[in-house]
């Protein structure tokens, strides 16, 4: 069964810095999606960014980037210039390709920014 | 436009009672999910729908059970509600062949 770690429970970051939310997922498939969710207080799932397996480049979506190693099974999320509004819980999420399609997400990371 | 919405975002009742909470998405998917977060943020699959059939049934017990009308909508019924069910339930849909879950708002249920 796939699983899905995210082992930083909480992190900070100072305003305009730069911060990486780390992700590992243990899977057997070669076919998979990842993906990087926000829940702000409002408690609205935001899809942040998503990667499919088969591609080496790292997906980026403006402030947010991927640093994705297939062979180490890793799928971190880097916010650069961060601002007050990317404080919220972030998830990693892993879908496979095939079956039902099922879904698994991380524990989450809190994020707080500082200004 | 709202692409999927639930109905009601909070919900508070009492231990025995039996209460549905209502989706529907407007967005052409042919999923549907529903998925419960836990006062920890720990978001697990409950059940999923492809085309009105049931594809997802997690080890949820049997007091839960999901009806999908049509693709558009997906609803949760709970009988004999429990302490333990309170929570946030969140919908969600998307095309099954393609990667992406769009959620709706949540709806917190509260079980005094």
């Known amino acids: 069964a796939q699983t899905v770690t995210q082992s930083q429970p909480e992190m900070s970051v100072q305003e305009a810095e730069t911060v990486t939310l780390s992700c590992t997922y243990d899977?057997?498939?070669?076919?998979?999606?990842l993906f990087w969710y926000k829940q702000p207080p409002s408690r609205q799932m935001i899809l942040v960014i998503r990667q499919e397996a088969y591609k080496q480049q790292n997906a980026t979506e403006n402030r947010f980037s991927v640093n994705f190693q297939k062979a180490a099974k890793s799928f971190s999320l880097k916010i650069s210039d961060s601002q007050l509004g990317d404080a919220a819980m972030y998830f990693c999420a892993y879908r496979s390709h095939s079956g039902t399609y099922k879904y698994i997400f991380g524990t989450g990371t809190r994020l707080k920014v500082l200004a | 436009d709202t692409a999927v919405s639930q109905t009601p975002k909070y919900l508070v009742t009492q231990m025995g009672n039996d209460k549905s909470i209502k989706c529907e998405q407007n967005?052409?998917?042919?999923?549907m999910y529903w998925y419960k977060q836990d006062s920890k943020k720990f978001l697990k699959i409950m059940f999923s729908y492809n085309n009105k059939e049931l594809i997802i049934n997690e080890t949820v017990p049997n007091r839960f059970s999901p009806k999908s009308p049509d693709k558009a909508h997906l609803n949760l019924h709970i009988n004999s509600l429990e302490l333990g069910d309170s929570a946030v339930y969140f919908c969600?849909?998307?095309?099954?062949?393609?990667?992406?879950?769009?959620f709706g708002p949540g709806t917190r249920l509260t079980v005094t």
């Open positions: 967005l052409g998917h042919d999923t």
């Open positions: 969600a849909s998307s095309l099954l062949s393609v990667n992406e879950q769009y």
């Open positions: 899977t057997s498939e070669s076919d998979y999606y």
